[in-house]
């Protein structure tokens, strides 16, 4: 559990600290474009797939964690199902699973979790601090 944790944290924390740094505001525009870079790697945001902050937490895409996406491993998967409308963000231990329907997560085991996705322009995005803690 802690391995991927760790991994996971690093690449987020790289990714948290690029995005501070080149965070820049968006000319004519009244918000604030975000850059995504994973391992020192920028990777391609879109108006749909830019990171976003919500009431003070970091929200990224689901994607950012799938190799089959960002083509990079961070040690987890997600996985979008879109006849259920769930996330599974999970290693080879333990897994969070966020329905986007009923706005509520649990973990594996049935068990409620404390957090939420959340949906803009069709992309889910995940709590990305609470995943890494």
Do not use: H
Not at 16 to 23: D, E, H, T, Y
Not at 41 to 46: A, C, F, I, K, Q
Not at 79 to 103: A, E, H
């Amino acid at each position: 559990m802690k391995g991927w944790k760790k991994g996971l944290l690093a690449a987020v924390l790289c990714a948290a600290l690029a995005l501070g740094a080149i965070a820049v505001p968006a000319s004519g525009a009244a918000g604030t474009v975000y850059l995504m870079a994973v391992n020192e790697r920028v990777l391609p945001t879109t108006v749909e797939n830019m990171p976003t902050v919500m009431g003070g937490v970091l929200y990224v895409p689901y994607t950012m964690l799938s190799r089959r996406d960002s083509g990079i491993n961070l040690g987890v998967n997600a996985t979008y199902s879109t006849t259920r409308r769930t996330v599974l963000v999970s290693n080879s231990q333990i897994g969070v699973i966020f329905d986007t329907q009923s706005n509520t997560a649990k973990d594996l085991q049935d068990n409620p979790m404390p957090v939420r996705a959340m949906v803009r322009n069709s992309m889910v995005f995940l709590p990305i601090d609470w995943l890494c803690g």
